[in-house]
């Protein structure tokens, strides 16, 4: 259309400067006629121009109505949503390892244990418990767990209620862990909680206030070993943060150092210094063998850090 547009716009300006270099006589002669022709050029092209001038209107008036539709589309998408959160009480429902959330009667949202766990055919998805016990998943073990904490009839027996993953694999017998290794092993431990420590600020793989921290340890061997302990113990804390880490808590650290550290269960048992299947950060320290007023629970300004 603007290739047109411009097309008899050359056109009507030819004309007019054809008709200015004429003889005034000559003008008057044609003057009816000069008058006739102009004006089918201009008024086409007046036409035009409204016609353009329409199109324009109708894109413009045709995008505000698809945004406007959008815009309609996008509220009613985050009105489904809401609705959805309605609708389902378990989309903001916390559940623990062996257990899934239902709606009950009520209408209100629980916590139940899993009722079957898949079948896994991988002999490597098989995990050895602390009471030496094959279980074909990890799911099987959380979930003999949940039927004993919840007083299900399908409990194997008041000791399950602390069932926990020793390592993965099938059970197999571990080599006796000599008295000269266990006595060494808290030194080892806290280098080894240090290192994996820096190497997750190298990776920039740690939150802020701890990294400053790490950074802290660098030179200070007091703080090296005690910032790790207590960055450890408060990452071992999961969900919900009780200021103590339980046998089952521990499996980041003791399923998969088993194979190569067979020091590392008999070393962790001894933590719970009074047996009631939980570690507070006393009992960690002492284990490690650090001085206790070195020690600060540091683990709210850990959490703060992790939503920053």
Same mark, same amino acid.
């Given at each position: 259309m603007q290739s047109r547009l411009r097309l008899l716009a050359l056109a009507l300006i030819l004309g007019l400067i054809i008709t200015n270099v004429s003889s005034a006589e000559r003008r008057r002669k044609h003057k009816r006629r000069t008058t006739t022709t102009e004006a089918p050029f201009q008024q086409e092209v007046m036409n035009l121009l409204k016609e353009e001038d329409s199109s324009k209107e109708k894109l413009v008036a045709k995008d505000i109505n698809e945004q406007t539709s959008n815009a309609e589309s996008g509220e009613r998408h985050d009105d489904n949503n809401r609705e959805v959160l309605r609708m389902d009480p378990c989309m903001d429902k916390h559940c623990g390892a062996g257990r899934v959330c239902q709606v009950n009667d009520l209408g209100t949202a629980e916590c139940v244990c899993i009722e079957s766990c898949d079948e896994e055919q991988d002999p490597r998805r098989k995990v050895c418990t602390n009471y030496n016990e094959t279980f074909g998943s990890d799911c099987e073990v959380y979930q003999a767990r949940?039927?004993?904490?919840? $007083?299900?009839?399908?409990?194997?027996?008041p000791d399950y209620q602390h069932i926990?993953?020793?390592?993965?694999?099938?059970c197999r017998q571990m080599p006796m862990c000599k008295e000269e290794d266990m006595m060494d092993f808290p030194r080892r431990m806290r280098d080894w909680l240090f290192n994996i420590?820096?190497?997750l600020a190298d990776r920039q793989e740690l939150p802020s206030h701890f990294l400053k921290m790490q950074r802290e340890a660098e030179t200070n061997m007091t703080l090296r070993w005690t910032n790790a302990a207590i960055w450890k113990w408060c990452d071992l804390d999961g969900h919900p943060h009780d200021r103590s880490v339980s046998r089952h808590e521990l499996f980041p650290i003791r399923a998969p150092l088993m194979a190569l550290e067979h020091c590392i269960a008999p070393f962790l048992d001894g933590c719970d210094e009074n047996n009631d299947h939980k570690i507070n950060l006393h009992e960690w $320290?002492?284990?490690?063998?650090l001085d206790e007023d070195d020690l600060e629970d540091k683990c709210d300004e850990l959490e703060e850090a992790g939503h920053e």
């Open positions: 949940c039927f004993c904490d919840s $007083g299900d009839s399908r409990c194997r027996g926990h993953i020793e390592y993965y694999g099938e420590m820096r190497d $320290g002492k284990c490690l063998q």
